[in-house]
């Protein structure tokens, strides 16, 4: 979708980029592309920062937004029958050449609600991984947490196995509106977590908010950014919600011909600058169009930064993404196969993709936007291409459009282009991945 045809409404459809080519993209025919950099000689990739993404897909209750891979109401026995096939796979993937002996940079725990596993469960996890691969040398060891599934004890347990940022998916202060979208947590339990949390001492805490929760209201909103304030955590991370195709709101809308229940897009803007705003007179700084950090020298987002520049990344777990010596590659998504799979002793790959160069350039172009800034000059030395020649006519639509200035080589979204950077990407995109569905 081009910056002119962005909807007003809250369609449903895919809005938020975190990759390119397009996920609907990557094919079967490129998994033994994948194997293939995963046996890649050690030597070629050991000064690639590397990272491990472990998908934790079990939820007490789905959200009636959520797109995500997620399971409920499983049994204890289900869970372990899952962490073990995770430690199964993270074996047959430390047993490929190019892993060697390298070390992880990053770790991050998503779901799901990883959260979800119990202290025993995540002890022998822990445990039994670090006889294939070890985060104690890592630099950020990140772990996704619902409120109302923490308790002392977990926690301990997390900050034992050596869990550095605690990222916490508040989403909203309003019970009401916690309910209607169908959070498994109310917001007592937010604050009794966030309390244990800080007792504790973790290096970095992450909190999530969601503008355009259904049911949101302007007096709400700002109630919401007073409460996040009062807390004070290193991170706050606000998404605008969407609705892609596969969420319970979007399902009704499908099957009973409903209008949106989420605000339209200009109110979400509005909504997450005012946030910026207030966030900002409070001591806070912008670092990308979701994010702003308290400290920008100390709270760093090693995930991310490292994740938008092309680093190695080995997904693990049901539907995770991953991204080896140039290739990406998908997981299975259903877990039943998934686990068959990993249990037969085979990696559980399902599509991938061999980017060209070009698309790896366009690639950490518009993951870089989302930033605010790029220093272009980088880009055109490590891809070997004069980028601003390049992406010279999307640039200048951008910048007559007011959502950018391009001063020399140095690149910076406006605040207006900040908050809706997302609708920006698809004009650097290939002709003919322009008008194709994203997942
Ligand atoms: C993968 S989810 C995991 C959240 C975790 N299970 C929990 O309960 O806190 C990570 C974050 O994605 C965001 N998110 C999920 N669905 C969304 C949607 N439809 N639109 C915008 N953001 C969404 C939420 O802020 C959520 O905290």
Not at 115 to 137: A, D, G, N, P, V
Not at 259 to 267: C, L
Not at 288 to 302: A, H, T, W, Y
Not at 401 to 410: F, I, K, P, R, V
Request: with cysteine; hydrophobic share 35%; aromatic share 10%.
């Amino acid at each position: 979708m081009s910056t002119i045809e962005t909807p007003v409404t809250t369609e449903v459809g895919s809005y938020f980029i975190s990759n390119y080519p397009p996920f609907s993209q990557w094919k079967s025919d490129y998994v033994p592309a994948a194997l293939s950099a995963l046996d890649t000689n050690p030597a070629e990739t050991a000064n690639t920062p590397l990272g491990l993404y472990i998908h934790i897909p079990f939820c007490r209750k789905r959200c009636k937004f959520c797109y995500f891979r997620v399971y409920t109401n499983q049994n204890a026995k289900a869970i372990e029958d899952y962490v073990r096939a995770l430690i199964q796979e993270v074996e047959l993937i430390s047993q490929r050449s190019a892993i060697g002996t390298r070390d992880l940079l990053f770790v991050y725990f998503g779901g799901g609600t990883p959260s979800y596993l119990s202290s025993k469960q995540l002890r022998s996890l822990r445990e039994r991984m670090s006889e294939f691969i070890t985060w104690e040398r890592a630099k950020e060891v990140t772990f996704e947490c619902e409120p109302g599934t923490l308790s002392v004890e977990k926690l301990e347990t997390l900050k034992d196995i050596g869990i550095t940022r605690i990222s916490l998916g508040v989403e909203s202060f309003n019970d009401q509106i916690l309910e209607e979208n169908g959070r498994a947590h109310l917001s007592p339990e937010i604050f009794r977590a966030y309390d244990w949390i800080r007792n504790i001492g973790f290096p970095q805490v992450n909190i999530d908010l969601i503008a355009g929760m259904v049911g949101e209201t302007d007096e709400n909103w700002h109630r919401n950014i007073d409460k996040a304030l009062e807390m004070m955590p290193d991170n706050i991370t606000i998404y605008q919600m969407e609705l892609p195709f596969n969420t319970v709101y979007s399902k009704e809308m499908r099957e009973q011909g409903t209008q949106s229940p989420v605000a339209d897009w200009p109110t979400k803007r509005r909504w997450v600058n005012e946030a910026m705003e207030r966030l900002m007179a409070a001591g806070y700084h912008i670092s990308s169009g979701n994010e702003l950090v308290r400290n920008p020298d100390k709270d760093q987002f090693v995930y991310r930064d490292n994740v938008w520049r092309g680093c190695d990344l080995l997904g693990t777990g049901v539907s995770s993404f991953g991204h080896f010596h140039g290739v990406h590659y998908q997981n299975l998504d259903r877990i039943e196969d998934y686990m068959d799979t990993v249990n037969r002793g085979e990696l559980p790959i399902n599509r991938a993709m061999q980017p060209t160069r070009h698309q790896l350039l366009i690639r950490e172009l518009v993951l870089l936007m989302k930033e605010g800034q790029v220093s272009l000059d980088r880009l055109s030395r490590k891809y070997g291409v004069d980028v601003v020649a390049e992406f010279a006519e999307p640039f200048r639509n951008q910048q007559k459009a007011g959502y950018l200035t391009l001063e020399g080589t140095e690149l910076k979204l406006t605040r207006k282009g900040l908050l809706q950077v997302d609708s920006l990407l698809t004009e650097y995109f290939e002709p003919q991945h322009r008008a194709v569905r994203y997942t």
